[in-house]
């Protein structure tokens, strides 16, 4: 089972970036379409960025865009999510996840296609 891990979280002041990753236990990981989710208090969590399991593909919210970039490095079993121009409303607890499915084409954006996730790590901008 794939075990995940986040970190990188604190606290940026608007308009700072931070840099999140993604540790996962299993040598395989590298077979396995990664994504990031949010959740705001009192809102539901929700999709932010997906990237394929070979870095080939990108999807990303588009409150992101232009802001956020995901990576990954299957060498070090680690993705990346680098945050830039942060904005209050990008205050969440950032979860990572992994694909329930080995090797699927498309890069799901939906919840229930993760199967595997990490337990969050806190991002909070300030005004």
């Known amino acids: 089972q794939v075990q995940v891990a986040e970190s990188g979280g604190g606290l940026v002041q608007t308009g700072g970036s931070l840099r999140l990753s993604c540790a996962t236990s299993?040598?395989?990981?590298?077979?396995?379409?990664m994504a990031w989710f949010r959740q705001a208090p009192g809102k539901e969590r929700e999709f932010v960025v997906a990237?394929?399991?070979?870095?080939?593909?990108?999807d990303y919210a588009d409150s992101v865009k232009g802001r956020f970039a995901i990576s990954r490095d299957n060498a070090k079993n680690t993705v990346y999510l680098q945050m830039n121009s942060l904005k209050p409303e990008d205050t969440a607890v950032y979860y990572c996840?992994?694909?329930?499915?080995?090797?699927?084409?498309?890069?799901?954006?939906?919840?229930?296609?993760?199967?595997?996730w990490g337990q969050g790590t806190q991002v909070t901008v300030s005004s």
């Open positions: 996840a992994a694909d329930r499915t080995y090797r699927r084409v498309t890069v799901p954006t939906t919840q229930s296609e993760y199967a595997y």
């Open positions: 299993e040598r395989t990981f590298r077979y396995y379409n």
């Open positions: 990237i394929s399991w070979n870095g080939g593909s990108t």
